[in-house]
């Protein structure tokens, strides 16, 4: 999971680097979809230490479920594509501004 999150430089920067290193692996394993079971099994850790990881993770965002997390982990990912993304407006293509 870590190392997919290196391989994607726009997701590694729209999660907070204020969050634990395995905090970040877990919430990686959660976006991929992963159970907690899964996650644990993948990072040699317990079931237990991985739903303390996600409540340490809910209350960094300030959430109670993982609807609220997703959505607040997709408003933050926009955010940053909008700052990464090219400028690809239709009045700047018309003016030949964009390939």
Known sequence: MVEELNHNPLLFKSIPASLSRRQ????????????????????????????????????????????????????RLLQVYSLEAPDTSVSNRRRGLVI
């Open 24 to 75: 970040r692996e877990v919430l990686l394993g959660l976006i991929e979809g992963n159970g907690e079971k899964q996650i644990a099994t993948h990072l040699n850790i317990s079931v237990h230490t991985v739903h303390i990881y996600i409540k340490g993770i809910y209350k960094h965002y300030c959430v109670h479920t993982r609807t609220e997390l997703f959505s607040k982990c997709i408003v």
